[in-house]
């Protein structure tokens, strides 16, 4: 497989460049009046299980502008978000590195968060997501983590106008040893149709992610591990949470659709493999020798099957690839200066 050279990009101006100083920002002035802990609010006493403490520690999670004990917070059911899905999320990774822990593409992933809240009216400020997600990592001394920027609407009546009413952020961190590069996906085209662009813009609303939610809970009803999008007129669009490529006869593209998100991880490998990039249809995808999954927590995923036509068990040329990607994230590769912001 032939590979772009990072250092060569770089010199071209290519690529993003991490930013790695961010001060600490004051706290938010929305205030914490609608998170609460269960001892202050009887009202609300179900709770969900608090998340396994990193590596036997208590978790740390940051909520506007301060860290807190993961287990202590709660949000109140009138979270104008619980009912609406009026809030916007990021997934990101951090990996250890041998300079120790460092997030990959952490820019890029904050800019998609500010357009999502930007629609949605939110005031949200890069700086301060990039010290609270850096703060929240070094908390939980976290080296592999996944980690969960989220934005919402709170409290404050139940309409639809969301001009002026309090929103929060907080970031949240597990431990991941996640991968899922060694498994090969069942996949299976979901009878839903994607959100259109025109309806929904594919940015991570939370919202839009019940379209997800149909397609994963159809196909694993019918036995299969993950759902893939088809639209109106047999374009390949993307699965639930992850882009789709394909290899055919040494090549490899990229499916384009303007109904998938734009994916980070998408982005990382076309750069990296020189994959083109354009709409594919069913038939072709069909017609390939490999195709593969990716995305932020999937990484680079073989498929096995859709629907029943298999692909090479091999998947020679996409592990190839999930070995690069592995390199790049982990700091070994020219690639990866560029692309991670030590903790
Ligand atoms: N599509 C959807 C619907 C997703 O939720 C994700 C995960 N964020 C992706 C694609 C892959 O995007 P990324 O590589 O930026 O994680």
Request: proline content about 5%.
């Amino acid at each position: 497989m032939q590979l772009n050279d990072g250092q060569a990009a770089e010199s071209r101006g290519e690529g993003a460049r991490s930013d790695q100083s961010t001060p600490p920002r004051p706290a938010r002035p929305t205030g914490t009046a609608d998170v609460r802990s269960p001892a202050r609010e009887p009202m609300v006493r179900e709770r969900a299980a608090s998340p396994p403490a990193a590596q036997g520690r208590e978790s740390r999670l940051w909520f506007d502008g301060e860290l807190h004990d993961a287990t202590k917070l709660q949000a109140t059911l009138g979270t104008h978000a619980l009912h609406y899905g009026s809030g916007v999320f990021e997934g990101i990774r951090a990996y250890a590195t041998r300079d120790g822990a460092a997030v990959f593409r952490l820019p890029e992933h904050l800019e998609r968060m500010r357009k999502g809240c930007e629609l949605l009216g939110m005031d949200f400020d890069v700086a301060e997501a990039t010290a609270a997600v850096l703060q929240t990592l070094r908390a939980n001394r976290l080296g592999d983590a996944y980690i969960r920027p989220l934005a919402w609407y709170g409290d404050g009546g139940l309409g639809l106008d969301v001009t002026g009413r309090s929103h929060h952020l907080m970031v949240a961190t597990s431990a991941t040893n996640l991968h899922l590069n060694g498994n090969r996906t069942r996949v299976s085209v979901s009878q839903w149709r994607r959100n259109p662009a025109s309806s929904l813009p594919p940015l991570k609303l939370c919202g839009g992610y019940v379209n997800s939610i149909l397609a994963k809970r159809e196909v694993r009803l019918r036995g299969y591990d993950e759902a893939m999008f088809v639209d109106d007129d047999g374009y390949a669009v993307e699965c639930t949470g992850a882009n789709l490529f394909l290899v055919r006869d040494g090549g490899i593209t990229a499916v384009e659709h303007r109904d998938a998100l734009p994916g980070i991880t998408r982005d990382t490998l076309v750069r990296i493999t020189g994959a083109d990039s354009r709409p594919v249809s069913m038939e072709e995808l069909l017609d390939a020798d490999e195709v593969f999954a990716c995305g932020t927590a999937a990484e680079v995923a073989p498929i096995a099957e859709i629907d029943g036509r298999r692909f090479d068990a091999n998947s020679p040329l996409t592990r190839e690839i999930a070995a690069v990607y592995a390199a790049t994230v982990r700091g070994e590769s020219s690639w990866s200066g560029r692309w991670l912001t030590k903790a």
